[in-house]
């Protein structure tokens, strides 16, 4: 009897095949690491643009006469501050204050909001939610029926402004337009959002969809440079532009506080949220722990688990994640270890193939778009 795991698949996995794609296991996922090269992808995103399936992602829509109150409990940030066509960064929380997962609310209307959350976690996010639902709410899991591209780089704007008659230039940071038609395709959520330390767009529309945009987009971006990106650039980019990722920086045992997404987290919002109580206790007492970026002035790469060493040879902490920088061509990572040892500029110590290796506390991000 086969005990071999069976590896979800989004709308685009046959078209991966097309443009030479290396696919792996993600979180459950046979996606796309590279299709070229993780350094060539890297590239094309800093310096043009890139593209991005990420319909691995979740949503959950959320209705009702609560929905804002209902969403303000579970979620660290205050949604009563967010608009109509604004996007939100947040985080949801255990009652020790450890994360459930990060995630994005937009507001769609007036008592209507799309979650989105991260792909490994939709099961265990939307049983949450069923789990603390309160007052007139009705909420419902649409993941497989959403695709999510995302267009990212410098010429991200000008590339899909071609196929579309809305002004994307009137499209602010975190906020997103609705029903637009792309080239013959309607009805599609474009938000000027991302996860690589530039701009771009997060593109939602009907799964069935997703194949037609992605060809109408590359078409569309050929003479700009735009090019096929998997997983292993989305790290990268993310990782320079010290974006969290959950199973990583964040986790049931990683507070947002610790993990530096103290800006998400409203703890003198006039509501309470789930976990507010033990995070502004933490917060009180001083943080025993804080993730911060480091450079590697060794010779060696840290990765994800990687222990830490203060300079006396005390263990302080872990690697939570770690690369070979391709913008900056130094070695970098995020460390989550004591927060005594967290100050700019103090000298540290990676086990890196049983030998300690020298690094130093640096400013993050690492990387910041001109």
Same mark, same amino acid.
């Given at each position: 009897?086969s005990t ?5 698949? @989004?709308?685009?996995f046959e078209?991966y #095949? @097309?443009?030479g794609?290396k696919?792996i ?6 996606l796309p690491?590279?299709?070229s090269s ?6 094309a995103?800093? #310096? $043009? /643009?890139?593209?991005?399936d990420?319909?691995h ?5 959320v209705?009702g006469k609560d929905a804002e109150s209902?969403?303000?409990f579970l979620i660290t940030?205050?949604?009563t ?5 604004q996007?939100?960064? @947040?985080?949801?929380c255990?009652?020790d204050?450890? $994360?459930v997962d990060?995630?994005?609310v937009? #507001?769609?209307?007036n008592e209507k909001?799309?979650?989105?959350i991260n792909?490994?976690?939709?099961e ?7 789990q ?6 009705t909420?419902q ?6 695709a999510q591209l995302a ?6 704007e000008?590339?899909?402004?071609k196929l ?5 230039s009137d499209?602010?940071?975190f906020?997103?337009a609705q029903n ?7 009805g599609?959520?474009v %938000?000027?959002?991302g996860? $690589?330390g530039?701009?771009?767009f997060?593109?939602?529309?009907a799964?069935?969809q997703a194949e037609?945009?992605?060809?109408k987009?590359?078409?569309?971006g ?5 090019k ?9 980019l993310?990782?320079? /532009? ?7 920086e964040?986790?049931?045992?990683i507070n ?6 103290g800006?998400?987290?409203k703890l ?5 949220f789930?976990g507010k109580? %033990?995070?502004?206790a933490?917060?009180?007492a001083?943080?025993k ?8 002035t ?21 690697? $939570?994640?770690?690369?070979q920088s391709?913008s900056?061509k130094?070695?970098?990572?995020l460390?989550?270890i004591s ?6 500029? @103090? ?7 049983? #030998?300690l290796?020298?690094?130093v506390?640096?400013?993050t991000p ?5």
């Amino acid at each position: 009897m086969s005990t071999e795991t069976i590896l979800k698949r @989004t709308t685009l996995f046959e078209t991966y #095949k @097309t443009y030479g794609a290396k696919v792996i296991d993600f979180g459950g996922w046979e996606l796309p690491v590279q299709f070229s090269s993780i350094l060539e992808e890297h590239d094309a995103v800093r #310096k $043009t /643009a890139g593209l991005f399936d990420v319909s691995h992602m979740g949503e959950v829509l959320v209705n009702g006469k609560d929905a804002e109150s209902y969403i303000n409990f579970l979620i660290t940030n205050d949604v009563t501050k967010v608009n109509i066509n604004q996007a939100q960064y @947040t985080a949801m929380c255990y009652p020790d204050g450890g $994360t459930v997962d990060d995630l994005l609310v937009y #507001k769609l209307e007036n008592e209507k909001y799309l979650l989105v959350i991260n792909a490994a976690n939709i099961e265990k996010d939307y049983e949450w939610m069923k789990q603390h639902i309160k007052g007139d709410v009705t909420i419902q899991n649409i993941s497989s029926e959403i695709a999510q591209l995302a267009i990212q780089g410098p010429k991200a704007e000008s590339i899909l402004q071609k196929l579309t008659e809305t002004k994307l230039s009137d499209i602010d940071y975190f906020h997103f337009a609705q029903n637009v038609n792309l080239d013959g395709i309607d009805g599609v959520l474009v %938000s000027r959002t991302g996860y $690589t330390g530039e701009d771009g767009f997060e593109l939602y529309l009907a799964a069935d969809q997703a194949e037609a945009l992605w060809e109408k987009l590359l078409e569309a971006g050929s003479e700009d440079g735009l090019k096929p990106c998997g997983l292993g650039a989305r790290d990268t980019l993310r990782l320079e /532009a010290r974006l969290a990722l959950y199973g990583q920086e964040l986790l049931s045992d990683i507070n947002p506080l610790e993990a530096g997404i103290g800006f998400a987290v409203k703890l003198k919002k006039e509501s309470d949220f789930i976990g507010k109580a %033990s995070l502004t206790a933490q917060k009180e007492a001083g943080l025993k722990r804080k993730l911060v970026g480091i450079e590697v002035t060794g010779r060696g790469i840290p990765r994800h688990s990687y222990k830490v060493f203060s300079e006396a040879g005390e263990e302080i902490g872990v690697v $939570t994640s770690g690369t070979q920088s391709p913008s900056l061509k130094k070695s970098v990572g995020l460390v989550l270890i004591s927060a005594k040892h967290a100050e700019v500029g @103090t000298p540290l110590k990676v086990e890196i193939r049983n #030998k300690l290796i020298d690094a130093v506390v640096v400013k993050t991000p690492f990387y910041k778009r001109g």
